[in-house]
């Protein structure tokens, strides 16, 4: 995995709102294991998928209508690059256009971008808004055994496993890696 110890510790350390509030830690997790459904043999860049799902709403201001955090977003995955991550270029600019435009309802773009797309809005339940699937930018996202998976954890707040192994490991600092 791309995401590092050390990596979400500077994110969770610069995240203005609650960690476990709904734009948080748990959201973070379940966008991740979406992607990483969505992306599973569909040729997406898994190291995009998963970067985006801790940079997409790593820099939001609130829980409700805030206008630019998905830009703040790509400009702190910016900022991250080269010291807790490389990628190239093409790869850089996916991850950009995925943060920023990952709420205007797009659902146009590279296979990655899209998978990106999906891996947040399959998420949306959680704020009681059902994922319709002319809105959604994959097939696979718009499979009913994969929409219906994703739509019951969202809608019932499952903590994902990253979170409940690894990243609190990571964020409790007790070194699991």
């Given at each position: 995995?791309?995401?590092t110890a050390d990596m979400l510790r500077a994110i969770a350390s610069r995240y203005r709102g609650r960690l476990h509030g709904i ?74 256009t995925a943060c920023i435009h990952h709420t205007d309802g797009r659902t146009d773009g590279s296979l990655t971008v899209r998978v ?62």
């Amino acid at each position: 995995m791309i995401i590092t110890a050390d990596m979400l510790r500077a994110i969770a350390s610069r995240y203005r709102g609650r960690l476990h509030g709904i734009h948080g830690l748990s959201h973070w997790g379940r966008v991740l294991e979406n992607g990483e459904r969505l992306a599973a043999g569909a040729g997406a860049d898994m190291r995009v998928v998963q970067l985006f799902a801790v940079f997409h709403d790593a820099c939001r201001v609130n829980d409700g209508i805030d206008p630019g955090h998905g830009e703040r977003g790509a400009g702190l995955a910016r900022a991250f690059r080269g010291e807790y991550f490389e990628l190239d270029d093409a790869a850089m600019a996916e991850l950009e256009t995925a943060c920023i435009h990952h709420t205007d309802g797009r659902t146009d773009g590279s296979l990655t971008v899209r998978v990106c797309y999906d891996a947040d809005r399959l998420d949306l339940l959680r704020c009681q808004i059902m994922p319709r699937p002319e809105r959604l930018a994959t097939d696979q996202a718009r499979e009913p055994a994969l929409l219906d998976w994703a739509c019951r954890r969202a809608r019932d707040h499952v903590e994902p496993a990253v979170l409940a192994t690894t990243w609190r490991g990571w964020l409790e600092g007790d070194g699991r890696r």
